[in-house]
């Protein structure tokens, strides 16, 4: 068995490699998803992305639709990583028998929503009944201008580093689903016709918003574009298994090394800072935008982007290894401690 996912990558990357003929592909294994040059003016983008249960979502947990929305998301956000517009979906669906047809129908109900507000049309795909646990798989087709795709592998020293949103939500709000705090579960974004009474029993926020940020992440296309068409980030990477694997990831790719300062790191609003700091640092699934600015680009990069802040957390070195400040002035150095499935435990709760 592989030791990390980095190792499985690599290993993959080498029994892939593509033959000679292998005409318009520009990018395969290693980044967010694969680039594939078109005949006219565009590249192709193609990702997938599993949804398991029992590894990211439990039925006691995630609504249907919520797992819809989410299965959807995951493969959205690799093409927002790569500053492209997603167009297509195929949904490989692996039912358990255990479930009932409603179950099937909400999936796609949450998934299809997520879909419309993105203009992705779902065409096509393949579904089957198991006896064990359900499995899913989507992949995503879309497009980006010839040669306006950002990559993890373009960061020089020197560049700040931003992230498009607060960090560690989808893993505060997975905790306070797991023990049973918040009661009842935040409707999809579409689904504005609750009643009184159900309203009264969503949690209030922060809770509210760790919750719904978990069940149904929005992912950044918009920015995503928006940082592709003004030329403003030098790398990109989706923030999907935690701050400090994913760039970790871009620093690899782009042969660099980072400084983080704890203090601008912007987590979940809590009273204890250090549970905070952890969270924003190690939590997966938020799917926020990480990138990198040249100092001569930043004019191009607003304070905020649809009403979000931007936030800077750091800079670019040219050492390797990442390096975090703490506010009291110490610096320790940062290891990968998000998501990795060839690290953890079976199971072993961090995703549900």
Not at 105 to 120: E, K, N
Not at 182 to 211: I, N
Not at 295 to 312: S, T, V
Request: proline fraction near 7%; aromatic fraction near 6%; glycine fraction near 10%.
């Amino acid at each position: 068995m592989f030791r990390t996912e980095n190792e499985f990558v690599a290993w993959l990357q080498a029994l892939a490699a593509p033959p000679g003929h292998a005409g318009g592909l520009k990018l395969s294994i290693g980044d967010d998803a694969a680039l594939v040059t078109l005949k006219g003016r565009c590249e192709l983008i193609l990702t997938t992305d599993m949804s398991i249960e029992d590894v990211h979502f439990i039925h006691r947990l995630h609504p249907a639709e919520a797992v819809g929305h989410r299965a959807l998301a995951r493969s959205l956000s690799d093409v927002a990583a790569m500053g492209g517009v997603p167009r297509y979906a195929l949904v490989s669906l692996a039912i358990s028998k255990q479930l009932k047809r409603d179950w099937t129908s909400r999936f796609f109900r949450g998934l299809l929503a997520l879909g419309h507000r993105f203009g992705v049309q779902l065409v096509g795909g393949d579904t089957a009944l198991v006896p064990g646990r359900t499995f899913i798989d989507v992949l995503v087709a879309g497009e980006v201008p010839r040669g306006k795709a950002l990559l993890r592998s373009g960061a020089r020293a020197g560049d700040a580093i931003f992230v498009s949103g607060r960090l560690g939500l989808s893993a505060l709000g997975l905790r306070l689903l797991r023990s049973h705090k918040a009661r009842a579960l935040s409707p999809p974004p579409e689904a504005g016709r609750l009643d009184r009474q159900a309203q009264a029993k969503l949690p209030q926020p922060p809770a509210r918003e760790a919750v719904n940020a978990h069940l149904y992440p929005e992912p950044r296309c918009a920015l995503g574009r928006f940082l592709s068409k003004r030329g403003a980030a030098s790398a990109l990477i989706d923030l999907s298994d935690g701050l400090s694997t994913d760039l970790s990831r871009l620093c690899e790719a782009s042969g660099v090394g980072a400084r983080l300062w704890a203090g601008k790191i912007p987590g979940p609003l809590l009273p204890d800072q250090a549970d905070s700091l952890g969270l924003a640092l190690h939590g997966g699934e938020d799917h926020q935008l990480l990138f990198t600015v040249a100092p001569q680009k930043r004019p191009r990069l607003p304070l905020k982007f649809q009403g979000q802040p931007l936030y800077q957390i750091g800079e670019i070195e040219a050492a390797r290894g990442i390096r975090l400040v703490l506010p009291d002035g110490k610096v320790r150095t940062l290891k990968p401690a998000g998501w990795d499935y060839f690290k953890a435990p079976q199971l072993d709760g961090r995703r549900t």
